[in-house]
Nanobody
């Protein structure tokens, strides 16, 4: 079993910054790609950042230049640095990871965290 736990959300003013963290724990062989998604009220969940196990990153146009994803493989943790926050960034931010759970089998499973609330308001 693999658990992903997010932290770092909160209430910030427009133009402010936050750093979100997501730590993976449990039994697994290795973590491949990790990502951050967000879901605003009554909206679909959308990808905001993705990072491969080799460090390649991917961002949608809506956040490119303001969001930066990074990871620390020694800590099994992925981060999301958010700058120049806008009210439109208000959402629950979820961590996601593709995890190989066995040393013997190459099967990869996808896991989600419980989410952390980011609210941007003056």
């Amino acid at each position: 079993q693999v658990q992903l736990v997010e932290s770092g959300g909160g209430l910030v003013q427009p133009g402010g910054s936050l750093r979100l963290s997501c730590a993976a724990s449990g039994s697994f062989f290795s973590i491949y790609a990790m990502g951050w998604y967000r879901q605003a009220p009554k909206s679909q969940r959308e990808l905001v950042a993705r990072i491969s196990d080799s460090g390649s990153t991917n961002y949608p146009d809506s956040v490119r230049g303001r969001f930066t994803i990074s990871r620390d493989n020694t800590k099994n943790t992925v981060y999301l640095q958010i700058n120049s926050l806008e009210p439109e960034d208000t959402a629950v931010y979820y961590c996601n990871a593709d995890v190989r759970t066995s040393w013997r089998y190459s099967t990869t499973n996808n896991y989600w965290g419980q989410g952390t609330q980011v609210t941007v308001s003056s």
